[in-house]
């Protein structure tokens, strides 16, 4: 028995025989042809491959369809494809040329210091793959996992997820990799336990060899003994037992043993996100962040907008959805603008981004209005962080009523409209945003601790700012709740932090109306909450 330390990248714990998944060696048979041979091979290539991810893109949706867009556009990138041209054009195969350049763009990309780009390194590798695949003759089938199993390789790319039957995956363990890489991200939301940075161990294991995966504690155990597999047998009905329990919650109505009603909104970015959110017994959706339909410069129009948000709502079951208009900025960029900006965490970003971009802004509230005939839909600002600001946006949108009732299109007048307030301006100044045409307000906590302590988010040297009880942020949000009392309309909180059940708690106890998270925790931040009494007896 031998045990292994990483990284847990999705929580739970599974055993059973490990599926070796090889990513493959360069081909040792490859004929060169000539130059103008290679490329003609290479061109043919590229449409195939573009022609592949379309096909997966149509069946997928949510995040997976995003990654595959992404990887779709690199196939257009002018400097990738020069790059591979030059090579060609040297008298290297296109195989290999496609390998080569594909890894260093990777590297050059994974070197950059931003977080959304160097994650996107892998996407291109991944691309770059199947087009070394075309090129070499090999199948780009997923491959056919007889029994379930733990997949364990030096990583995992984003299409090994998308192609493989889920029901077949136990756990995933990889010698590499990040948590915040799109497999980890993807491994998360579709609930598959996995541990990342095992080391080149996992890779000497056999397939079929049977192990346990506990990423609850980031360690796998080889050759396990009868009395670790008994641990675990023990764990795991307890982990099948706690899950179904919490299940059980589902249509019970979240009130505190004083009888608080509380609110239990999830966090999304997609359609396939509400569906499994309100699967997963959420009031709705406290925060859509919209931005996520943004790819690289495809900024979607009025239509496509409106089309989403429609389908949003068809999910939800009659349930509120709160889409936040486009939060643009230094970790969310929208390229290809005509008038190139600089991001900064301190620039535009948020609604400040939209204010300077009327037309992108008007766009998405039209599109917000129109759809909101056919459900119970929401509006919130991202980053309000003045009366001024916030009185601007509002401008917008009875501008964009007007134009809607000019032309005769159908369009809801009555749509709630929110500010998140995550900014320590907003939350000084509450009482004058809440008191002008507010409904409800969001406080987004990431953001008010990062702008409050100073802690960039994105850095985990900073982390400790954002877990416990941050108190300077405390106050703000008394303010905040305040404010909200006074006009009565309900405050919720929807940072990562009040995923932890003692601080969702703090946030009930200070006024807190109701919480938006992600919807995998919703239920045990409601079995918390079940248990509360607000009221002190004597
Ligand atoms: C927040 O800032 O707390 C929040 C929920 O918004 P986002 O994470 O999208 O910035
Ligand atoms: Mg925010």
């Known amino acids: 028995m031998k045990k292994l330390q990483g990284i847990s990248a999705s929580p739970g714990l599974v055993m059973g025989p490990i599926y070796r998944l090889r990513h493959g060696i360069a081909g040792l048979t490859r004929v060169v042809e000539l130059p103008i041979h290679e490329q003609a091979l290479f061109d043919a290539a590229v449409i195939l491959a573009k022609d592949e991810i379309l096909q997966m893109e149509e069946k997928n949706d949510g995040p997976q369809r995003d990654i595959l867009m992404f990887q779709r556009v690199m196939l257009e990138d002018y400097s990738l494809l020069e790059q591979i041209k030059e090579c060609i054009a040297q008298g290297m195969g296109a195989a290999r040329a496609v390998e080569h350049v594909g890894k260093e763009y990777a590297a050059m990309i994974e070197a950059i210091d931003d977080e959304y780009l160097s994650q996107r390194s892998i996407d291109v590798l991944d691309v770059c793959r199947r087009v070394v695949k075309i090129l070499d003759g090999e199948s780009r089938m997923p491959p056919q996992i007889e029994h379930p199993s733990i997949l364990v390789s030096d990583r995992i790319y984003p299409s090994d997820l998308i192609g493989i039957d889920k029901s077949k995956i136990l756990g995933i363990a990889t010698s590499a990799?990040?948590?915040?890489?799109?497999?980890?991200?993807?491994?998360?939301?579709?609930?598959?336990?996995?541990?990342?940075?095992?080391?080149?161990?996992?890779?000497?294991?056999?397939?079929?060899?049977?192990?346990?995966?506990?990423?609850?504690?980031?360690?796998?155990?080889?050759?396990?003994?009868?009395?670790?597999?008994?641990?675990?047998?023990?764990?795991?009905?307890?982990?099948?037992?706690?899950?179904?329990?919490?299940?059980?919650?589902?249509?019970?109505?979240?009130?505190?043993?004083?009888?608080?009603?509380?609110?239990?909104?999830?966090?999304?970015?997609?359609?396939?996100?509400?569906?499994?959110?309100?699967?997963?017994?959420?009031?709705?959706?406290?925060?859509?962040?919209?931005?996520?339909?943004?790819?690289?410069?495809?900024v979607p129009g009025e239509e496509e907008q409106y089309l989403h948000y429609r389908q949003c709502l068809s999910v939800a079951e009659g349930k509120p959805i709160t889409v936040c208009t486009f939060d643009i900025g230094e970790d969310r960029k929208l390229e290809g603008l005509d008038d190139p900006i600089h991001y900064s965490a301190l620039g535009l970003r948020g609604i400040r981004f939209q204010l300077a971009h009327p037309n992108l802004f008007l766009n998405q509230i039209r599109a917000l209005l129109r759809a909101a005939v056919y459900g119970n839909l929401r509006v919130i600002f991202p980053l309000i962080t003045s009366p001024a600001d916030w009185e601007e946006a509002l401008e917008l949108v009875d501008l964009a009523k007007r134009q809607l009732r000019q032309e005769g299109v159908p369009f809801c007048d009555e749509v709630p409209i929110g500010a998140m307030i995550e900014v320590p301006s907003a939350a000084l100044l509450a009482d004058e945003i809440l008191g002008n045409r507010c409904d409800f307000v969001n406080i987004g906590t990431n953001d008010l601790i990062q702008y409050t302590y100073a802690a960039d988010r994105q850095d985990s040297r900073m982390s400790s700012y954002f877990t416990g009880w941050p108190r300077a942020v405390s106050r703000l949000i008394d303010m905040v709740v305040q404010a909200a009392r006074y006009y009565k309309i309900p405050v919720y909180a929807c940072g990562v932090n009040a995923s932890d059940p003692d601080t969702a708690e703090r946030y009930i106890r200070q006024g807190v109306t109701g919480l938006s998270l992600e919807s995998g925790c919703l239920m045990q931040i409601k079995a918390h909450l079940l248990d509360v009494d607000l009221v002190p007896r004597s």
Do not use: W
């Not at 915040?180 to 080149?200: K, T």
């Not at 919490?246 to 009130?255: A, D, R």
């Not at 043993?257 to 569906?275: E, H, I, M, P, W």
């Open 177 to 298: 990799g990040s948590v915040q890489s799109h497999a980890a991200i993807m491994a998360r939301i579709m609930g598959i336990p996995s541990i990342i940075q095992l080391g080149a161990d996992i890779l000497n294991c056999d397939d079929r060899q049977f192990i346990i995966l506990d990423a609850y504690h980031a360690q796998v155990t080889l050759n396990p003994n009868e009395q670790a597999i008994e641990q675990a047998q023990m764990h795991m009905v307890h982990q099948d037992r706690s899950r179904n329990l919490l299940l059980g919650l589902k249509h019970q109505p979240c009130i505190t043993k004083d009888g608080t009603s509380v609110t239990l909104f999830a966090n999304c970015s997609s359609a396939q996100d509400v569906r499994q959110a309100i699967e997963l017994g959420a009031d709705g959706v406290g925060l859509l962040r919209s931005e996520f339909l943004i790819a690289g410069d495809h």
